[in-house]
Nanobody, 115 residues
């Protein structure tokens, strides 16, 4: 069983920055693909960024160059550094852990970008 707890969301002005954190539990973290997803009102949940156990990353085109995903296997943490935030980044952000065919989700953290 894997538990994921996100933190770090909030209200920020356009152009600002936020750092999301995801605390994970479970012995399989080191082999899991970790990802951040987001869901805006009326829209489908979409992948924002993902990182493999080896550190390979991929990003949605809309966040490339602005967001950075990282992981600390010793602390069992995943982070999403978000810079140059835009109003269209407003959404609930979810942490995801995936190992083979199994997947787990956190409860989500709200990010609102508004002046």
């Amino acid at each position: 069983q894997v538990q994921l707890v996100e933190s770090g969301g909030g209200l920020v002005q356009p152009g600002g920055s936020l750092r999301l954190s995801c605390a994970a539990s479970g012995s399989i973290f080191s082999i899991a693909v970790m990802g951040w997803y987001r869901q805006a009102p009326g829209k489908q949940r979409e992948l924002v960024a993902a990182i493999t156990s080896g550190g390979s990353t991929n990003y949605a085109d809309s966040v490339k160059g602005r967001f950075t995903i990282s992981r600390d296997n010793a602390k069992i943490m995943v982070y999403l550094q978000m810079n140059s935030l835009k109003p269209e980044d407003t959404a609930v952000y979810y942490c995801n852990s995936r190992v083979y065919a199994s997947s787990w989700w956190g409860q989500g953290t709200q990010v609102t970008v508004s002046s």
